[in-house]
């Protein structure tokens, strides 16, 4: 475990996964993350690459050739290389294997970079294709956060405020992929509710977003924290059957469609990255 601190924050990233595992804000004496109680879900903040969701029958189609991938990918599984490069920020770096070449055929680093900027953890992804062809991927961010955080709270006290948006258009999964049935909820003062029936069908995926900012409030304290993203085209909200906490999830990528033809090139959110280049995304954490 790697552990970044200031005058603000304490995080804890674990080499394997470069999973984020906790978020202690020293000021409000409140652990952000959540912690990975097992009965619900064992992840703290996993990545999601080199897709985000699950592939039509785990497969996907390649140059002719038919290859099998996990739902969400392979490096959230990996033990990455990690470097302490100052208490405030660490880099995380994952390659391609032999292993990983049998079933996504291209050559790759991808990179992750914590850093503490006073009241906030920012983390960047960096992918560099380092194959001679396109690399075809996708990637995705999967944190979660608790809920309550305080001893004063339950659940339904908490909601998330959007700050771009009035109403939401969600795609609805079935059986992890993405059906072509949506459903729209108006939002009040820009703010959905958090219950746990929310999430009773999978996650909420979202493909319209306007803001590029979440923050999770409760409508007891003032508490709670700000999540930035940019660029990210999808964007998933879900939580384990009444489980304490809620994923915010800026994604590059999403999952099949229940249509899809599963050939890797016509996916839909597919990045398409040439021989050589690198690729960039950020997001980031404000707690208070």
């Known amino acids: 475990m790697i552990i970044?601190?200031?005058?603000?924050?304490?995080?804890?990233?674990?080499?394997?996964?470069?999973?984020?595992?906790?978020?202690?804000?020293?000021?409000?004496?409140i652990e952000y993350l959540w912690n990975g109680d097992a009965s619900f879900w064992a992840k703290h903040s996993p990545v999601l690459f080199p897709i985000v969701g699950s592939l039509?029958?785990?497969?996907?189609?390649?140059?002719?050739?038919?290859?099998?991938?996990?739902?969400?990918?392979?490096?959230?599984?990996?033990?990455?290389?990690a470097k302490k490069i100052s208490n405030i920020e660490a880099v995380f770096t994952l390659s391609d294997t032999a292993e990983t070449l049998s079933i996504f055929p291209f050559p790759f680093e991808l990179k992750l970079t914590?850093?503490?900027?006073?009241?906030?953890?920012?983390?960047?992804?960096?992918?560099?294709?380092?194959?001679?062809k396109k690399m075809l991927f996708s990637l995705g961010a999967h944190?979660?956060?608790a809920i309550p955080n305080t001893s004063d709270t339950n659940y339904e006290d908490y909601y998330l405020a959007f700050n771009d948006d009035e109403k939401i258009t969600?795609?609805?999964?079935?059986?992890?992929?993405?059906?072509?049935?949506?459903?729209?909820?108006?939002?009040?003062?820009?703010?959905?509710n958090l219950n746990h029936e929310l999430f009773y069908n999978d996650a909420l995926v979202f493909k319209t977003l306007q803001s590029n900012c979440i923050s999770l409030l409760n409508t007891k304290n003032d508490f709670?924290?700000?999540f930035h993203f940019d660029d990210f085209p999808f964007f998933g909200i879900w939580a384990a059957k009444d489980a304490p906490f809620v994923c915010l999830e800026p994604w590059c990528g999403v999952a099949d469609g229940v249509n899809h033809?599963?050939?890797l090139?016509?996916?839909e959110g597919i990045i398409k990255l040439d021989a050589g280049k690198s690729w960039e995304r950020c997001w980031e954490v404000e707690c208070f």
């Not at 914590?114 to 001679?132: A, C, D, M, P």
């Not at 969600?170 to 959905?192: P, Q, R, S």
């Open 261 to 263: 033809s599963q050939k």
């Open 224 to 226: 709670g924290l700000h």
């Open 4 to 29: 970044l601190e200031n005058d603000f924050l304490k995080v804890n990233i674990a080499e394997k996964g470069a999973e984020l595992q906790g978020l202690f804000s020293k000021e409000t004496e």
């Open 265 to 267: 090139a016509y996916k």
């Open 56 to 81: 039509k029958n785990d497969n996907y189609i390649y140059k002719d050739k038919t290859y099998n991938l996990p739902r969400h990918g392979f490096a959230r599984d990996k033990e990455f290389s």
């Open 143 to 145: 944190p979660a956060f």
């Open 114 to 132: 914590y850093q503490i900027i006073e009241r906030k953890l920012s983390l960047t992804y960096t992918v560099v294709n380092k194959g001679s």
């Open 170 to 192: 969600y795609w609805k999964l079935a059986d992890g992929l993405v059906e072509n049935e949506t459903e729209t909820i108006e939002l009040h003062g820009h703010k959905l």
